[in-house]
């Protein structure tokens, strides 16, 4: 069975810029949906964390506010505790390109806080772009690409067309003002050619083997545009 492989963020936290600690971890929609999408597919899914790391799910995420009531909240969380992949994740360090037929990050703020840093993951972003596979990132994700800067500030993601989560998406969530810095600013200031849409609902951006959704609401598409690119 062709395998697909997420690399989750193992952060518990997002330090803000006082400092304090923003509990956070992945996002729940945005692993969930994309895993059914591609399990639904045939593909089998590997989960890889930093240091293999169990990753926890952003609470937030499970709001009956932002799932349409307390059932699809309580359906949401017994999916995740359903998800055995999540429970046993591989070490990034150890993980290879060639073992997978595409690559997919979601998000949650906890990319912030170690992917955005991860030596790890940045050897596997730029494996996996010069492949030509599928890869996927969504929301705060593309925090990932950060560490693919070199000492002279360059990327291989530099010119690509992208998306993620916007800084108008951040200011209406609540967190922009505390923040240390802000996702569509760094990855602009990087060179990547970020394309917005209306706040919260579903965009994606497609470049080359490079596919990139804007919100929760983006992550399931993203995947099935992956899907599409992988069978098609």
Not at 65 to 84: M, T
Not at 115 to 120: A, F, I, M
């Amino acid at each position: 069975m062709s395998k697909v492989l997420f690399v989750v963020t193992g952060a518990r936290y997002w330090t803000l810029a006082d400092g304090s600690k923003h509990p956070s971890g992945y996002w729940a929609e945005e692993l969930v949906a994309p895993y059914l999408a591609f399990t639904a597919a045939g593909f089998q899914v590997d989960v890889a964390t930093p240091g293999g790391v169990v990753p926890v799910v952003d609470h937030a995420s499970l709001s009956p506010d932002l799932n349409g009531g307390e059932a699809n909240a309580v359906a949401l969380a017994k999916r995740i505790e359903s998800i055995a992949e999540l429970k046993d994740p591989v070490s990034l360090g150890g993980v290879e390109v060639s073992d997978y037929v595409a690559v997919f990050y979601p998000g949650g703020h906890g990319p912030m806080e170690d992917l955005s840093v991860d030596s790890d993951s940045a050897r596997l972003l730029v494996e996996a772009l010069g492949s030509g596979k599928p890869l996927g990132l969504v929301c705060h994700a593309p925090a990932a690409l950060l560490a693919t800067e070199d000492a002279s500030g360059g990327s291989p993601f530099a010119r690509y067309r992208l998306t993620g989560f916007t800084n108008a998406e951040e200011v209406q969530g609540g967190l922009a003002a505390r923040a240390k810095w802000l996702l569509q600013d760094k990855l602009v200031a990087m060179g990547v050619l970020f394309e917005e849409s209306a706040p919260w609902g579903e965009h994606l951006v497609v470049d080359r083997n490079l596919h990139t959704g804007q919100n929760p609401a983006s992550a399931g598409p993203l995947a099935v545009e992956m899907i599409k690119a992988l069978t098609g």
